[in-house]
């Protein structure tokens, strides 16, 4: 039995927030059925983003509907609010919001109450001041840049199809990924897979006449599946002809020229940018400690340190890893641990509110696995080394099982399981971008964008 009536606020629908709002309505579903308590879910989409399967779903192995989880089915009870928190005022435990009705309601920003507080908004690309990057380049955290990534790159390959330019074919033949971590690697695999298996229905477009480029300000990538898998990494990539470029930077890619630190200029129409996170810009506008990065300082009970009623995981908490050997450090910032915060942060909540002690998050990490596309992959875990198709496999598995939800569980299954019956798609939908803007050239007016494009078009 809870001490008395309390008010949960969880900001943020990702990992964190959504993980611990199924694992309150668990642990409190007494609570919840006779009022006692109070789940408000505050999160700018109305679905969870499963993020390790975007390179699958850019690559056309799963279809983007499974990618994503509805928060309002599986949290049926909570109350979920589709908006953003702009400010927290945790003193006064009031939080203010936006929500799809502020700007139409034209009253401005609403505030609610609370008793207990989650901060779980995740993070953000860490864009850094480089010429041309906001206008020509795109990120890859969410389902819509993936699927909007597939399009392009589809697109660039009718682009060059077409065009009698020799210049312009080079420019959309080539692509460039900034960022040598999971999601720079993994999508460049992948997309570079399905450009290859596109490539063999255009009479005139060939792989080899494709650039792929990835740039990597350090002397390594994947440094989460440790230094020899990285190599290997790296000399797979070669062998399909992707030139891998370590110690190197992007130093602009304005009037679409990529030009790098070591000199190199690619005229490019594709920018990909995964150089790294930062943390969400919400937790400067809250009254609650951070460190020296801009995370919240967290205790290994996972409650904001030196505050009460406060509680944090994932991407923007800066945790305590108790299992490590010297003292200072923090657990990753990454999904393998915001599941397990998620659930000992649930748990923990529910503890506080019945006046039970706090559990310690305490989790060794063991390991990472990464997919380089079809059939290609490389894995250490507990101390052991897979690469190639074990490696694949093992990432299908794991990803598998931590999808959240049954239903997902079965939908991805059913399509790994028809993409190795059938052949791949290779259809760019570009036109859901711009929805409207066939109908408005149709109704004698201009294209939202620029008259000069075509309507169907996704660049």
Known sequence: MVKERARILIVGGGYVGMYTALRLQRKLNPELKRGDVEITVVS?????????????????????????????????????????????????RTATLTTL???????????????????????????????????????????????????????????????????????????????????????????????????????????????WILVEASNRILPEVGEEMGKYTITQLRRRNIDVRLETRLDSCADRIAVLSDGARFPTRTVVWTAGVKPHPILAATDLPRNERGRLKCTPQLTVDGVTHAWAAGDAAAVPDVTAAEPGKETAPNAQHALRQAKVLGDNIAHSLRGEPLETYSHKYVGSV????????????????????????????????????????????????????????IVSLGSLEHPRAEFELAAGGKHPLDPKLDPKGSS
């Open 370 to 425: 990464a997919s380089l596309g079809l059939h290609k992959g490389v894995a250490h875990v507990y101390g052991r080394k897979l690469k190639g198709y074990p490696a694949w496999f093992m990432h299908r598995v794991y990803h598998l099982s931590r999808v959240p939800t049954f239903n997902r569980k079965a939908r991805v299954l059913a399509e790994w399981t028809l993409a190795g019956l059938f052949k791949r798609e």
């Open 44 to 92: 700018p989409d109305p679905y969870m983003t499963y993020q390790p399967f975007l390179p699958e779903a850019a690559a056309g192995s799963i279809s983007p509907r499974h990618v994503v989880v509805p928060l309002r089915r599986v949290l049926d009870q909570c109350k979920v609010v589709i908006g953003e928190a702009q400010s927290i005022d945790h003193a006064k």
């Open 101 to 211: 009705a502020t700007e139409e309601e034209g009253a401005g920003a609403e505030q609610i109450t609370y008793d207990e507080l989650v901060l779980a908004p995740g993070s953000i690309s860490r864009a850094l001041p480089i010429p041309g990057l906001a206008d020509y380049a795109i990120g890859f955290k969410t389902v819509e840049e993936a699927i909007g990534l597939r399009n392009h790159v589809i697109e660039q390959m009718d682009i060059a199809s077409s065009t009698r330019d020799p210049a312009i074919r080079d420019a959309a033949l080539t692509f460039v990924f900034v960022g040598g971590g999971y999601a720079g690697v993994e999508a460049l695999g992948e997309l570079e897979d399905m450009a290859r298996y596109t490539a063999r229905y255009y009479h005139n477009v060939q792989p080899e006449d494709m650039k």
